[in-house]
């Protein structure tokens, strides 16, 4: 099936060029090839989009704050109003569910208005103003400003598990643009049509915002070399990346092998472990263990966010909570993943575990038939294992993308807490428990704030809110600088890096620094903040 006007080529500022379709998208759900055939992004593709967005930089450095939160806000315009086409192709892409998509596409357009209204306020870029005094003795203090200013052209490689909300219009590239960065997108070869679709959206948003169409260009390509390329190229100058530790880690090594090395900011692999107290599991077994299957099957586990791992202490607790935990799962009927290479990832990582002397097949997912075309499924698995063994096999702790987790079983609260201490950075770590037993083990708290980008307290660490105060990120491996977030507004700062002013007349230093303020930006003044 195509998709009415997919051109199958790279989009690269403003102009649709490429010729020889080398790669389709493939419908995860029964395996069919879908039309058309994509290009392969080479050099000459990657140079070109680079020295377009070098140029766009520079022009991007002068352009009023409201021509860039005008385009953003246009992007989110865009997004609804071809959001039926987009949903469409994303859905026969992923075989993500329709209502899924809805609300991702709601969150993506979300995002870009977001970072319009940050853009628009102009405080994120924290202005620090140090005025001169002459006649300090026994020397002058010059005058000193300092503000955050846009690195330069950034590259983008999506992620297959948020075809809309982390790709080519998610929230690495609204927060470049609001950065006043140009964005070159390396489309995920997963959703191919996906992306074409989006970046036509964002290419006619920086025409009709009168904005240069260099600042934006998205390749596509089905194979390491166009990546590498691209972080390589030395007109980049800083790289955001969302998929396997693998992938994330490659590319962080050869951005640190260039002759200049430039930051990229990759979230990678993630296992998200939940801790659950005696209080807790004694009782509200039946209720966390529904909201643990819930979330770990939440869009068949491929989330960055998904519960890997859960322990408690061992009695008759531990015990309802496992038999409420696999009384769940097995409701929870097979379903596709994103792509092939992901379900057989999957399926790797799941008979790895079952391999593992000590680790026992505990619960499943309802059994099911296969895909049309005879196309795999995802089955959930529930594994347990002592918690002793997480020191003897620490391959335990690593991510099995999808619907699997080991709940470990502790020998006491002593062992509990080790666990903690012996945790793989991670994006999130939960703890289940009363008030009085989070009061009470505040050394577990500890060990998880040197362990996790974010602690959640009777909750569940799929989902979330990006907001000003969320932080999506964390220890590595879950990311290659546990400093930034990927989700929420303080994104922004991946892009960013002071440039301090010394001695520079008022009226040819950035409007940010000026005397006059009228965008009222909040500014440290002479160390108060105004
Ligand atoms: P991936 O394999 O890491 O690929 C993501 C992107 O990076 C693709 O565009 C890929 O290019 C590129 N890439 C990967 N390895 C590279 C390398 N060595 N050099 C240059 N470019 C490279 O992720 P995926 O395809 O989305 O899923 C595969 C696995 O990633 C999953 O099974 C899961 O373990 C993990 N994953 C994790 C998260 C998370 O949020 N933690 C999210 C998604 C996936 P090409 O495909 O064009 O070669």
């Known amino acids: 099936m195509q998709t009415k006007n997919l051109t199958g080529k790279h ?4 102009k649709f060029c490429g010729t020889g379709g080398r790669f389709r998208g493939v419908d995860p759900a029964s395996g069919a090839a879908l039309e058309p055939a994509f290009c392969e992004a080479g050099t000459s593709e990657v140079n070109k989009a680079l020295e377009l967005a070098d140029k766009a930089f520079d022009f991007l450095q002068t352009v009023p704050v409201t021509k860039i939160a005008a385009l953003l806000e246009r992007i989110a315009q865009g997004l609804e109003a071809e959001g039926a086409a987009i949903i469409a192709r994303a859905h026969q892409e992923t075989a993500l569910p329709v209502e899924r998509l809805r609300s991702e596409l709601a969150r ?5 208005r977001t970072f319009a209204a940050l853009a628009r306020g102009g405080s994120w870029a924290q202005a620090r103003i140090d005025h001169a005094l002459p ?33 080519v219009a998610g929230t690495d590239t609204v927060a470049a643009f609001a950065a006043r960065c140009p964005v070159v997108v390396k489309g995920h070869p997963a959703h191919p049509g996906t992306c074409e679709l989006v970046a036509r959206v964002i290419a006619k948003a920086i025409d009709r915002a009168g904005l240069p169409p260099g600042m934006f260009s998205m390749l596509q390509a089905s194979g390491y070399e166009a990546g590498l390329a691209l972080v390589n190229h030395p007109l980049t100058a800083a790289v955001a990346f969302t998929g396997s530790l693998q ?23 993630s296992v998200n472990p939940v801790f659950i107290l005696p209080g807790a599991a004694a009782a509200g077994a039946d209720k966390i263990a529904e909201g643990l299957v819930r979330s770990l099957n939440t869009g068949v586990g491929q989330f960055c966010t998904s519960p890997g791992m859960a322990l408690a202490v061992d009695g008759p607790s531990f015990k309802k909570l496992l038999a409420a935990i696999c009384a769940r799962a097995a409701y929870i009927p097979p379903a596709a993943m994103l792509h092939a290479g992901m379900q057989a990832a999957y399926d790797r990582g799941t008979k790895r575990l079952a391999s593992i002397p000590g680790v026992k097949l505990a619960g499943a997912g309802a059994a099911g038939a296969p895909g049309a075309g005879g196309t795999k499924m995802a089955s959930c698995r529930i594994f347990t294992a002592d918690a002793a063994l997480l020191s003897v096999r620490p391959e335990l702790s690593e991510e099995v993308f999808g619907p699997s987790i080991i709940i470990f079983r502790c020998r006491d ?5 080790d666990a903690a201490r012996r945790m793989r950075g991670s994006l999130t770590a939960t703890i289940h428990g009363t008030k009085s037993e989070l009061l009470k083990h505040g050394g577990l708290v500890r060990a998880l704030q040197r362990r996790a980008g974010r602690i959640l307290f009777n909750g569940f660490p799929t989902g979330l809110e990006p907001c000003a105060s969320l932080h999506h990120g964390g220890p590595y491996p879950a990311t290659t600088h546990s400093f930034f977030t990927s989700v929420g507004t303080a994104a922004i700062y991946r892009y960013v890096r002071p440039v301090c002013f010394q001695g520079f007349p008022d009226p040819a230093l950035p409007e940010e620094l000026r005397a006059a303020n009228p965008r009222r930006l909040r500014r440290l003044v002479d160390g108060e903040l105004i």
């Open 108 to 112: 993506t357009a979300g995002q870009a």
């Open 247 to 269: 992938g994330g880690r490659a590319l962080f090594d050869a951005a640190a092998a260039r002759p200049e090395p430039i930051p990229v900011y990759a979230e990678m692999g």
């Open 135 to 167: 006649g300090r003795k026994p020397l002058p203090k010059p005058d000193i400003r300092t503000v955050f200013m846009g690195v330069g052209p950034v590259v983008v490689f999506g992620a297959s598990n948020f075809p809309l909300a982390i790709s």
């Open 11 to 14: 989009l690269i500022g403003g």
């Open 413 to 417: 609260m002593a062992q509990l807490h």
